[in-house]
């Protein structure tokens, strides 16, 4: 009888059935599985080390600041507005150490996105989607024409969280009176990370106006309304206004930037093809929807409301760029500007073709050419931040974070050590000819010193010995030189004395006096050096070469 039950529970129709009720735990570990499955679709290789997700603002903004500001950082506006969710990640990641605050950042980073997954899926389910078909809204909001930039970093979360707040608010929900106080908290924390708040107001305004739903959500509305308020006002106590510069006078500028985005990024006739059939698919569904007069219907008004909402994010990512409303856009992909409005229209396309079988059928089919036509993986270099993080607990270090770009500091994390601490100083390298090879340049040794004048694009040294840190797992490298232009100096380092590029980092350093400092994996073996230490001819004075071995 037992056997019996079990093998009723596990047929295929039982599981369809659970599968399909709302709010069940078992649509919800699919929805969850599929929204993992969509994440690894995006990713280059599986190769994870500590830091390769590690973008832009995470270091020099969220995570430098945390460690001198402390808890004041939370409240420290950045581009004109508060990010308050990764401003709270990145003060967590200070109970770590440096070496791990990645892995803080990544969670953080996760659990957006999962945020934005439930609420997706929840409102799907709510307002009539099956669950194959929210489960197919997942993917496709996911895998949407995007280069990648929204992933796996917290500087970008707050687009996805932007997406939620967008639906959450925008659609039909549940009373507010139902949980109150943990909806209150949600909702400050995403009205106060980034200006998605600001936008919402107008739009809140001509809900709140047709669906008359005061009274069941007023905490809603106080909430984001106090939320775009507050985010308007440091906005326009920042120096953001100026700094963006003349707005463009072209309107050439201005239509091509919006219909591009429209358009997904099309580049080429096939992408602009379906881009046009997609529109005109969800163009149709609103004229016939409007010839049944169902323009009083939620099915109709409420899809509307958020198309009109993704037109006016595409609005207000050109006025960000007014200067030059071309910028935000991105041929044949997308970035973090058109994630909104690009997960509001698959959304409103799902959901205004729900009762039209044949033009479901076909938006589906267009929605998923467009993004297997924009798809883009996610590749990160290796800038060996496990071992600068090492560097970090010998001497104070700038750890270079990607995007690399030509610029001093660029986009970095502030390392030190601890205060107090009893620090190695370091162990000089013998710079004298015997010791030295070199190509495309002429030395002149003095006094321990050299002076080097390059004749050639590829100049470079290298040691004929190898430095030997035997009981160590890291190696950082600090060159104290003078040089009369700023350009990229690159290190190489090898256990054969033969240099390929995968073993080797590069980075931008100005002109004049510097400290160039490098650190790479050694693994206990003998490493062999080269530096490149400039790409053109000129002149040079390197004072010092010193090396760490780091544990």
Avoid at 81 to 109: E, K, M, N, Q, T
Avoid at 261 to 273: E, P, Q, R, V
Wanted: charged share 15%; proline share 5%.
């Amino acid at each position: 009888m037992l056997e019996k039950n079990i093998y009723s529970y596990i047929q295929p129709k039982t599981i369809w059935l659970a599968f399909n009720k709302t709010n069940s735990n078992l649509f919800y570990l699919c929805v969850f599985l599929v929204a993992v499955g969509s994440l690894i679709l995006k990713l280059d290789e599986f190769d994870y080390f500590l830091g390769k997700f590690i973008w832009a603002e995470d270091g020099t903004v969220f995570l430098s600041k945390a460690q001198s500001l402390g808890l004041s950082a939370i409240i420290e506006p950045y581009a004109g507005y508060l990010h308050l969710y990764p401003r709270l990640v990145a003060h967590l990641s200070l109970f770590f150490d440096l070496l791990y605050r990645p892995l803080v950042i990544l969670a953080g980073w996760l659990i957006a996105y999962f945020f934005m997954v439930f609420t997706f899926s929840r409102i799907a389910k709510r307002v009539g989607f099956s669950s194959t078909l929210t489960t197919f809204l997942i993917v496709i909001v996911t895998l949407q024409p995007h280069y990648g930039e929204n992933f796996f970093n917290i500087t970008n979360s707050q687009w996805l969280l932007g997406a939620a707040l967008s639906l959450w608010t925008l659609t039909p929900n549940e009373d507010m009176r139902h949980r109150p106080f943990l909806k209150a908290l949600l909702l400050i924390l995403l009205s106060l990370t980034g200006p998605f708040s600001i936008i919402l107001i107008p739009l809140l305004l001509i809900k709140l106006i047709f669906i008359k739903d005061w009274n069941a959500n007023k905490l809603m509305y106080c909430i984001v309304f106090l939320g775009g308020v507050i985010q308007a006002l440091f906005l326009s106590l920042s120096f953001r206004e100026a700094s963006l510069g003349i707005i463009s006078l072209s309107p050439w500028d201005w239509f091509l930037s919006f219909f591009q985005i429209l358009m997904f990024g099309a580049n080429t006739i096939g992408l602009l093809l379906l881009a046009i059939m997609f529109w005109v698919v969800l163009g149709s569904s609103f004229v016939y929807k409007l010839v049944k007069k169902q323009y009083f219907s939620k099915d109709f008004f409420m899809p509307a409301l958020l198309l009109t909402a993704a037109l006016v994010f595409i609005l207000a990512a050109q006025y960000s760029h007014k200067h030059n409303p071309l910028a935000v856009v991105a041929l044949e992909g997308g970035n973090r500007y058109s994630w909104i409005p690009y997960a509001l229209i698959f959304f409103v396309a799902l959901w205004l073709t729900l009762s039209l079988r044949f033009a479901k059928i076909l938006i589906t089919i267009l929605m998923g050419a467009i993004c297997n036509y924009n798809f883009h993986r996610i590749s990160s270099p290796n800038l060996q931040f496990e071992s600068f993080a090492k560097f970090s607990k010998q001497h104070e270090v700038i750890i270079p974070i990607p995007p690399q770009m030509q610029a001093f500091p660029g986009w970095h994390i502030n390392g030190a050590p601890k205060e107090n601490s009893s620090l190695p100083t370091g162990q000089a390298l013998t710079l004298e000819e015997g010791q030295l090879s070199f190509n495309e340049l002429s030395s002149t040794p003095s006094n321990g010193e050299l002076l080097l004048q390059s004749y050639g694009n590829d100049p470079y040294l290298s040691f004929n010995n190898p430095i030997n840190c035997s009981d160590s797992t890291d190696i950082g490298i600090e060159i104290h030189m003078l040089r009369e232009n700023e350009d990229w100096i690159q290190v190489f380092w090898s256990e054969s004395n033969a240099y390929i590029e995968a073993n080797s980092l590069k980075r931008w350093y100005p002109a004049n006096e510097i400290r160039a400092q490098f650190a790479f994996p050694s693994k206990g073996t003998p490493s062999f050096i080269r530096i490149d230490p400039m790409t053109h001819a000129g002149s040079l004075h390197i004072k010092e070469i010193k090396f760490f071995c780091l544990k």
